[in-house]
């Protein structure tokens, strides 16, 4: 059955349909995030000049000084401030081994909407084991074989050659895409490098890593999804999900677990929240989670 309301056209409107919104990047992002702001009719505005890598870099020439969701929100207001715009939009990623798994390796992209019209920071982030990160040093002797450039998915995806260790003064290739060119920058590295070793990584700029790409345009959506949903209580727009809590019950002997039992929804304008069960059903944890079934 259609829904009146809907079939009369007076769905309600995204509350950031029609909004023109700053995003300072350097790095290409705009095209990953623009296709969801599109879709409600929200324009993206490429704020020129602002150069967002002061505020760290991956290759670590730059270290980041604030945690990654302050990172974002303070790369949102430098585009709002170079176009005077009241909304801005940027995004953080961080990669590194999964804390719970360890080994594998844990893509954290975190996006925030800042909104000064209505005071709101609107967050959101996606955890993703899809990821093309990782680095080898290479010693003198060492030659860069097609297994490993195949586990860093060159040439699709760049990478980042520097002399090691790095200190000041020594020489770093970012962007490398061909492999003469990754080559040269290999042997003009090891010139630099005092005993002739160098640090091959991929490069996790966004323009750069097509994988990353593609989790930036998947959490724009998510972002816009989230900034369309209000608050039960005040309606401010960026109702969701901001935490979970343990306690998931294990299947044999029912011992509550560190899984996630339920999750946690809130709104960051009047605080209130909403405990709910997991999105996914789950109600047991697998025993080999339990702390008495599998000390
Ligand atoms: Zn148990
Ligand atoms: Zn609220």
């Not at 996606?126 to 297994?147: E, F, I, N, Y």
């Not at 920058?185 to 002739?196: L, V």
């Not at 750069?208 to 005040?234: D, S, Y």
């Amino acid at each position: 059955m259609t829904d009146p309301a809907v079939a009369a056209g007076s769905a309600p409107k995204h509350p950031y349909a029609g909004a023109v919104i700053a995003l300072a990047t350097l790095h290409g992002k705009a095209e990953a995030l623009a296709p969801a702001f599109a879709a409600i009719g929200a324009r993206l505005v490429t704020a020129e000049g602002v150069d967002t890598d002061t505020l760290g870099t991956f290759s670590g020439e730059i270290e980041r000084q604030l945690p990654p969701l302050d990172t974002a929100i303070a790369k949102a207001r430098l585009g709002m401030a170079a176009t005077g715009l009241p909304l801005g939009l940027a995004t953080e990623g961080s990669f590194g081994p999964d804390p719970m798994i360890g080994f594998l390796p844990l893509h954290r992209e975190i996006a925030v909407l800042v909104d000064d019209t209505r005071g709101l920071v609107i967050a959101e982030s996606l955890d993703s084991h899809q990821v093309r990160h990782g680095g080898c040093p290479l010693k003198v002797w060492d030659a860069l074989d097609q297994t490993r450039l195949d586990h860093f998915g060159f040439p699709d995806h760049a990478l980042i050659v520097r002399s090691e260790p790095f200190a000041a003064g020594g020489t770093i290739h970012k962007g490398l895409r061909e492999r003469a060119a990754l080559d040269a920058a290999i042997e003009a590295c090891r010139r630099t490098s005092p005993g002739g070793q160098v640090w091959v990584e991929t490069d996790m700029r966004a323009h750069m890593n097509p994988t990353r790409m593609q989790r930036i345009a998947l959490l724009a959506e998510r972002l816009v999804a989230r900034a369309g949903t209000g608050c039960p209580q005040c309606r401010a727009p960026g109702f969701g999900r901001t935490g979970v809590q343990p306690g998931l019950p294990c299947a044999d002997c029912g011992a509550p677990t560190a899984a996630t039992l339920s999750e946690v929804a809130s709104c960051r304008a009047c605080g209130f929240h909403d405990v709910r069960a997991r999105a996914d059903g789950l109600t047991e944890a697998d025993p080999a989670q339990c702390d008495l079934c599998n000390p």
